[in-house]
């Protein structure tokens, strides 16, 4: 799955007004420093949050399919025990 650059283009401009032009229209005030400077920094976390999401979503983090012989087996190495071990092996594939 390739990443399309729309969304990246359009979430990349929507923070950048937030953090780039907003803060030129702070209220003038004794705060307006720390207004200006909340703005920049929200923009920037929730693009940075909002692009790591993005990309996560190009990679997602989900397991192999594993072989049931093979989780029989890690489960035997590993020390787990199985309480029926027969319902996990299909008919075919039985060790007689």
């Not at 969304?7 to 923070?15: E, H, M, N, Q, Y």
């Not at 702070?26 to 949050?49: D, E, H, S, Y």
């Not at 989900?62 to 020390?79: C, D, F, S, V, Y």
């Amino acid at each position: 799955m390739a990443a399309s650059f729309i969304p990246i283009i359009i979430f990349t401009a929507l923070w950048g007004v937030v953090g780039i032009v907003l803060p030129f229209f702070a209220p003038k005030g004794p705060n307006r420093g720390i207004v200006q400077c909340v703005l920049m920094l929200t923009a920037a976390t929730c693009w940075l949050f909002w692009l790591c999401c993005y990309m996560a979503q190009m990679n997602p983090l989900i397991g192999p399919k594993l072989h049931q012989n093979t989780i029989l087996i890690m489960a035997r190495e590993w020390g787990n025990k199985l309480p029926d071990i027969d319902s996990w092996i299909p008919p075919e594939e039985h060790v007689h």
